[in-house]
């Protein structure tokens, strides 16, 4: 199994920047591809960026990057995601996920592995 933790999450201003990272852990080698998904109270889990883990290749929603940025470094196990331009509306828990089936990637079921989640608060 594939253990992931994240962290970077906070209380920030609207239009402030913010870095998340995943650290993973465990058999990674099995790992196809790693995402971010948010999740605000009330509403459903939404996906925000995945991509490869040996490739690197890039997904977004509706194939638009907006103001999120996936990374990863592979040589340090760490997956990133950096928002920029941030909105109160941003305001939710942040979870990264690990998973070994190339298909549909935007949906929190192709999903093997989560972390605990990370808060991001944004005041107007």
């Known amino acids: 199994q594939v253990q992931l933790v994240e962290s970077g999450g906070g209380l920030v201003q609207a239009g402030d920047s913010l870095r998340l990272s995943c650290a993973a852990s465990?058999?990674?080698?099995?790992?196809?591809?790693m995402g971010w998904f948010r999740q605000a109270p009330g509403k459903e889990r939404q996906f925000l960026a995945a991509i490869t883990w040996n490739g690197g290749s890039t997904f977004y929603p509706g194939s638009k990057k907006g103001r999120f940025t996936i990374s990863r470094d592979k040589a340090r196990n760490t997956m990133y995601l950096q928002m920029d331009s941030l909105k109160p509306e941003d305001t939710a828990v942040y979870y990264c996920?690990?998973?070994?089936?190339?298909?549909?990637?935007?949906?929190?079921?192709?999903?093997?592995?989560w972390g605990q989640g990370t808060q991001v608060t944004v005041s107007s």
């Open positions: 996920a690990a998973g070994s089936s190339p298909n549909g990637l935007v949906t929190p079921s192709a999903y093997d592995a």
């Open positions: 465990g058999r990674t080698f099995t790992t196809y591809a």
